[in-house]
């Protein structure tokens, strides 16, 4: 290594001069230190520090191992040494200076040769000399053995590794191995399912079932609020807006748009000027063939002159003008113009001959008829062999009544699906019964479609209808019945009556049994399953049936004069009416009867209905208006006006409401409550039932046939409204357009 030869350098050349100081003396505390140099930032490997001291300076210069050799350079020592000398440099360390002494001294150079490997030096080193004397060598140590190889191989599971890992050899030497750690446990599977709504979900939710672990349930919250309506109608001038405007209703809030006041009148323009018009006869000078004469005011006269005539034409064909009646050629008539053989039609244009409608009366071919205000009539159509192709019928209500546009047997209607409206009118029906003068029916239900109905009255059978109430059949016997309830399907029915057991059929009303305590039953409900039966009496708790009427249960709560009961499809939830003397009250159950809460009793109530999934709510008593809810209860708006109502009926979204007036008519709503027309007859209403669909529906009073929302057969025109008809031959009649509400025949 390069460093040792600073040593010898040293050493020799101290040798070679004496060792004397600048001023040829012997130099003063010279010495040499080694200490051992560990690896770091002057021996990478580590080696050996020196220290030369002279004097008071000190050299230091590091012997490393296995390091490269550093450069070294001689020269002159200059004006350093007094007597002259040598600086030698090796690598980067501080430079020796060597100076030659005075007393008897020569004055030789030091030299320092490279010596290659050989005998002098194995591995090669460095020679020093001064002069002419011996070399003396500074020899490199033995070089270092190379290092053992390092492999790396995977190591297979088995006898060193268990489950396989890597193995480590240096050189020749045993393997090492660094093994994987044993696998981790099987997870558990996790399977995740829908929940209905229900329990223990009320509004559904999923189901998480982690391996055997027991299962857990995450529920849906509630369904929010539903969004009120928006109306906008016309307002005329002085109804809250002098110069008119409109009204916008929101649920029940109304705001007024009213119109500003109308700009003031134009100024008057300046009156034009007159023109005279004078014809000017043939041969005047101004004009040979004659024409007019202009002036406009007081100006100048213009003259416009006829053209000389021309010459006589051919002889024309005749022309012959005859009536057309109407037809396929001109469908309001018009006339036939002949030309030779030539035939073209002019025809008379749509015009119809209008009518004020008032009353009952048939209509002419091509007509129109404008009812008004609240008239009912019914226009029947002209017959078959009045009408020619084309002809129009056209109906306009402008008020809130009713016009039926009603058909020969030879007629029919044709319509494109879509454009007519589900048919609301209230027909009669006929169930066969015992006592036909006194028929107080009491209770009505109807499954969802509408198709199967069930009613009930005092003193007198249960009456069963399997196509919509054109037919019924009656079963059991005739009691006091009360009340009525239907599943969805229809298949299972409950009916109850005053001091007996609650009667139960699961065959369509085939056949029924009795359950049960006796009691004054006033109330029944039941689940769209039919699965949870409920039953209310005056003076006791209500009574429930979980087994579809098997088996019965006094619930445990306070007893109540109960009047009417409301269930939702899952019979969860449960609304019940208590009578009162001065006014009512309604309670709410969210937990199939078990506990209940009081919601209203400011009024008389004596019927309620709820949707299926018992958020909306309507209810009526006695002089009071219909009250809807659509937060369970929480909150009531008052509806319609104030009437003497018995009963009220809900389609399964709550949209379509019908309430019952005794003394009155029905009160159908589509709109959830917002707005009311008037439907079927003046009667003593006392029940009501609507289709989950709210298509169909079934109304019973005290001593009248029962009702049930049919057509007719004609067209019905609700005010405000339009109908036209087209007819197209062979007894047929189009629907050719429909503004507002009509309904199917």
Request: overall charge negative.
């Amino acid at each position: 290594m390069r460093s040792t030869f600073l040593i010898g350098v040293v050493l020799a050349t101290c040798a070679l001069s004496g060792c004397q100081d600048e001023d040829g003396g012997t130099p003063n505390n010279f010495g040499v230190t080694t200490t051992p140099e560990p690896p770091g930032e002057h021996c990478e490997a580590g080696g050996t520090r020196l220290d030369i001291s002279q004097d008071e300076a000190t050299s230091t210069v590091y012997l490393c191992h296995g390091r490269d050799g550093d450069e070294i350079s001689v020269t002159e020592a200059g004006d350093r040494c007094r007597h002259g000398g040598s600086l030698i440099q090796v690598g980067d360390a501080t430079p020796v200076l060597v100076c030659r002494g005075e007393n008897g001294q020569s004055d030789v150079p030091v030299v320092v040769d490279i010596v290659e490997a050989g005998e002098d030096c194995t591995y090669g080193g460095v020679s020093l000399r001064a002069g002419e004397g011996e070399p003396v060598f500074v020899c490199h140590g033995t070089p270092g053995s190379a290092g053992d190889g390092v492999s790396v191989a995977t190591e297979p599971a088995g006898e060193n590794c268990t489950y396989g890992g890597v193995a480590v050899k240096v050189g020749e030497g045993a393997p090492t191995y660094v093994c994987n750690g044993e696998p981790g446990a099987e997870g558990e599977s996790v399977v995740v399912s829908t929940l209905p709504s229900g329990d223990p979900c009320v509004y559904g939710g999923v189901k998480l079932q982690v391996g055997s672990a027991p299962e857990s349930h995450v529920c849906n919250g509630a369904p929010g609020k539903d969004g009120e309506s928006v109306i906008v109608t016309e307002v005329g001038a002085g109804e809250g807006c002098e110069y008119g405007g409109a009204k916008l209703t929101v649920g029940s809030t109304e705001t007024l748009v009213c119109n500003g006041a109308p700009g003031p009148q134009g100024e008057k323009g300046e009156p034009g000027e007159s023109v005279t018009v004078i014809p000017v006869p043939v041969e005047d000078p101004a004009c040979p063939y004659g024409g007019v004469r202009l002036q406009v005011g007081t100006g100048p006269v213009e003259h416009v002159c006829n053209g000389e005539p021309g010459q006589m034409g051919e002889r024309g064909e005749s022309v012959t003008l005859t009536t057309e009646p109407p037809g396929p050629n001109c469908a309001n008539g018009g006339t036939r113009v002949q030309a030779g053989a030539d035939i073209q039609y002019v025809c008379n244009g749509d015009s119809l001959s209008w009518y004020e409608l008032t009353a009952d009366r048939t209509a002419h071919p091509h007509a129109g008829y404008i009812a008004s205000d609240d008239v009912e009539a019914t226009l029947t159509l002209p017959p078959t062999t009045d009408l020619h192709l084309g002809a129009l019928i056209r109906v306009i209500h402008t008020g809130t009544g009713r016009v039926s546009v009603e058909r020969h047997e030879d007629q029919s209607f044709d319509w494109i699906p879509g454009t007519l409206a589900t048919p609301t009118s209230f027909v009669a029906v006929d169930p066969e019964v015992e006592y036909p003068w006194k028929t107080p029916w009491r209770g009505v239900a109807s499954s969802a479609d509408g198709s199967r109905l069930i009613a009930v009255a005092e003193e007198q059978w249960i009456h069963i209808s399997a196509d919509g109430g054109e037919s019924w059949s009656m079963h059991d016997n005739m009691r006091r019945w009360t009340a009525a309830a239907s599943s969805a399907d229809g298949s299972k029915l409950l009916a109850a009556h005053i001091f007996e057991r609650v009667f139960v059929s699961s065959d369509f009303g085939a056949t029924w049994s009795a359950k049960h305590w006796q009691r004054d039953w006033r109330a029944v409900a039941m689940s769209s399953t039919g699965d949870i039966m409920f039953a209310a009496a005056n003076g006791f708790p209500i009574s429930r049936s979980m087994d579809g009427g098997a088996t019965w249960v006094e619930l445990d709560q306070e007893k109540r004069l109960w009047g009417a009961l409301a269930a939702s499809a899952d019979g969860m939830r449960l609304t019940g009416v208590e009578y009162g003397i001065s006014s009512s009250r309604i309670y709410i159950s969210d937990d199939a009867g078990e506990t209940w809460e009081l919601r209203n009793s400011s009024h008389r109530w004596l019927d309620i209905a709820s949707s299926a999934d018992g958020n909306k709510l309507a209810a009526v008593g006695e002089h009071s208006q219909v009250y809807t809810s659509t937060d369970r209860g929480l909150t009531w708006t008052p509806r319609e006006q104030s009437r003497n109502w018995r009963a009220v009926a809900s389609s399964a979204d709550g949209n379509t409401l019908l309430a019952a007036e005794h003394g009155g008519r029905l009160y159908l709503s589509t709109d959830s409550g917002l707005t009311w027309t008037p439907r079927g007859p003046v009667a003593d209403w006392s029940t009501v039932a609507v289709s989950a669909d709210g298509s169909k529906m079934i109304a019973g009073g005290e001593d009248s046939p029962l009702f049930v929302s049919k057509g007719t057969g004609g067209l019905v025109v609700r005010g405000p409204a339009l109908l036209e008809l087209t007819y197209v031959g062979g007894g047929r009649f189009f629907v050719s357009n429909v503004q507002g509400v009509v309904e199917e025949p």
